[in-house]
């Protein structure tokens, strides 16, 4: 996918370089390039972006909320009533 995206830039900085105003040759660059390969990367990158924040969900959340959670021992425990007993 990169090869394909600089070989597109590569192409675009040729076409705005034919323009025959600077102003032209950055709205070639700005529309036929920036642009498109923003959206592009951005709709590509949904499935990482997706994976990271579950990840990040996953490392913080994992085993919460949940009966009979494990310990390091690999025990079973049960949630805490915080009513500072110890029973």
């Given at each position: 996918m990169w090869i394909v995206a600089i070989a597109?830039?590569?192409?675009?900085v040729l076409m705005?370089?034919?323009?025959?105003?600077?102003v032209g040759g950055i709205m070639t660059f700005v529309f036929y390039c920036?642009?498109?390969l923003s959206i592009l990367f951005y709709l590509t990158g949904a499935k990482r972006?997706?994976?990271?924040r579950q990840m990040a969900m996953g490392g913080q959340?994992?085993?919460?909320?949940?009966?009979?959670?494990?310990d390091a021992a690999g025990d079973a425990t049960?949630?805490?009533?915080?009513?500072?007993?110890?029973d």
């Open positions: 597109w830039i590569y192409v675009v705005a370089a034919t323009e025959p105003t600077v920036a642009v498109p972006r997706r994976q990271r959340d994992q085993g919460r909320d949940k009966p009979g959670n494990k049960e949630a805490s009533h915080g009513d500072g007993d110890g």
